[in-house]
């Protein structure tokens, strides 16, 4: 509320003052409280907050000097003017210092009062627009930094379904493990925005196989150290890609560590049990059952039950004991073969 509408609240101990300044402000249009001490000026505050407050600085008890941060801290939109004597203008002038923004002295001129009682007003107006600006262009700023990255993750994400979907063994292998991984971090009872952070770390986790030779990638028959080690790589490629658009550690982390095991023997670190991200812990499951049951060059796809056999044979070493239960506890509550279909978090 700005302008003539504006709500002013009057603190002097002095009725007749209250009276003369109410008088003069209200027949402009203003709506005035009167307050007759610092304690009652903050019971009208919070009773009614006023976008003006004209302000005595010589009050028996709490003083207005007093009372000026008080209001400055709780009602920081509030603007304040000071009233004081002739022979108090250095003080008034230290509150302006703490953020009053004009002084009137007394005996007043009651023009002088209007003006600036319209100056300060309009200040604050002044004030109020350019914070809600650029607030609003800081929300601008951040809704388009956000368009950018999620097409950005769009595309990427495009790109890697592409480059499984040349591969008709991998293909649907990020989205599978995806669904696991989500109905996993759902059986373990975690938060919906980690969830959604799985879901995405699910869906990206291999992108570092973009950085991997074909003829590697696709090798049907064993990999040589070599090549095993090329393609060890895609777990690190993956986070140094992820890196620039994706600014949540959390999801890096669990891309970076999707193959460590639980006993340490995995890679790219060799982390061992909780040095593990959770999230890498849910993806190390549901990136081996999923593998485990899709058919490859060298082999058949394992049935389901076995798959689930493995799992609970890697409990504690290559599997998180609690992650594995959480799994072949969904795994138990559904029929073997659909795991692949867990419904995804709305
Ligand atoms: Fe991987």
């Not at 003006?52 to 304040?80: E, F, H, N, R, W």
């Not at 388009?144 to 379904?161: H, M, W």
């Not at 609970?312 to 659909?338: C, H, N, S, Y």
Request: hydrophobic share 40%.
């Amino acid at each position: 509320m700005t302008g003539k509408q504006a709500r002013i609240l009057i603190v002097d101990d002095e009725d007749i003052i209250r009276r003369l300044l109410g008088q003069r402000l209200s027949g402009e249009g203003y709506r005035c409280q009167e307050a007759s001490s610092a304690e009652q000026a903050l019971e009208e505050l919070r009773a009614r907050p006023a976008e003006l407050v004209i302000l005595d600085i010589k009050m028996p008890g709490k003083s207005g000097v007093d009372l000026l941060p008080q209001i400055k801290t709780s009602y920081p939109d509030t603007a304040v003017i000071m009233a004081t004597a002739i022979t108090d203008t250095h003080i008034a002038i230290q509150c302006m210092k703490q953020g009053a923004y004009d002084y009137l002295t007394k005996p007043f001129n009651l023009d002088e009062v209007s003006l600036s009682v319209g100056r300060a007003l309009e200040k604050r107006r002044l004030e109020l627009e350019n914070r809600d600006y650029q607030r609003h262009l800081e929300h601008k700023v951040k809704a388009q930094a956000r368009k950018i990255r999620d097409s950005f993750l769009g595309a990427i994400t495009a790109l890697a379904y592409a480059l499984e979907a040349r591969d008709k063994y991998t293909s649907g292998h990020s989205q599978g493990v995806t669904e696991i991984a989500v109905a996993i971090a759902k059986e373990l009872g975690l938060p919906w925005d980690r969830i959604d952070r799985i879901r995405l770390a699910g869906l990206l986790h291999d992108i570092g196989k973009i950085g991997a030779r074909e003829s590697v990638l696709n090798k049907p028959g064993k990999l040589t150290d070599g090549e095993f080690q090329h393609i060890k790589y895609h777990s690190e490629l993956g986070e140094h890609i992820l890196t620039p658009i994706v600014e949540d550690k959390e999801i890096l982390k669990a891309v970076r560590h999707h193959h460590e095991y639980y006993d340490g023997s995995g890679y790219p670190d060799g982390l061992k049990g909780e040095q593990i991200p959770l999230g890498a812990r849910i993806l190390v499951v549901a990136d081996a059952y999923d593998a485990m049951t899709s058919e490859r060059p060298y082999r058949e796809a394992m049935s389901a039950e076995m798959a689930c056999a493995e799992i609970e044979r890697g409990k504690g070493i290559q599997f998180d004991p609690t992650v594995a239960d959480a799994f072949l506890r969904l795994a138990g509550q559904r029929d073997w073969l659909k795991i692949k279909e867990m419904p995804r978090c709305p």
